[in-house]
């Protein structure tokens, strides 16, 4: 007999979404709208293609119900890009209405936010790691490259090009913007 359908917590992740604690999880981090970093207090622009483009290993430790309909997860950093050293990160859903999990149907936008502090709830939209050194950007997630790949969400900056890697294995060069 078939299971019923899986309800869906208020942001649009799948009930199964909890299930994924303690195993490992990839951030595909995208441009998005901009990504900052804070300094001394003060939210500074954040211009950094090999971090923008880059697929940083984590391991959620906490699901986390912040409000309706902003759920996430939040955890440890296990492998972050050249020239980082965050250490922890909390992400949290930027969509709703679907039954998002991390393999089949993967969530295009996610608010991440990397650094060393703990996490702080006082935040009105999304929480945020406490600490001068965060850094605060947007991505997709999934249990795996192949999933990731799947998404059409696999972008890479290599030898100061960025690359998009599509589903079917084929590689276009994005042409950079002039400065």
Known sequence: MKPPPSKLVPSGLSLECPDVIGSKLLIQCSPGWGWSHRIDGVGQDLEDPSLQYAVVEVVPEAY????????????????APDGYSFTRFVAFIMLDGEDYDFTENIAGAWRVTFG????DLESEWFPILAGDDAIFGYGSIAQDE?????????????????????????ITVIPREPQ
């Open 146 to 170: 192949a999933s990731l790949l799947r998404s059409g969400s696999v972008f890479r900056y290599e030898r100061g090009e960025i690359v998009r890697i599509h589903p079917d294995g084929s």
């Open 64 to 79: 986390v119900e912040f409000t309706t309909p902003r759920c996430g997860i939040t955890g440890r950093v296990v492998k």
């Open 116 to 119: 060393t502090g703990e996490l």
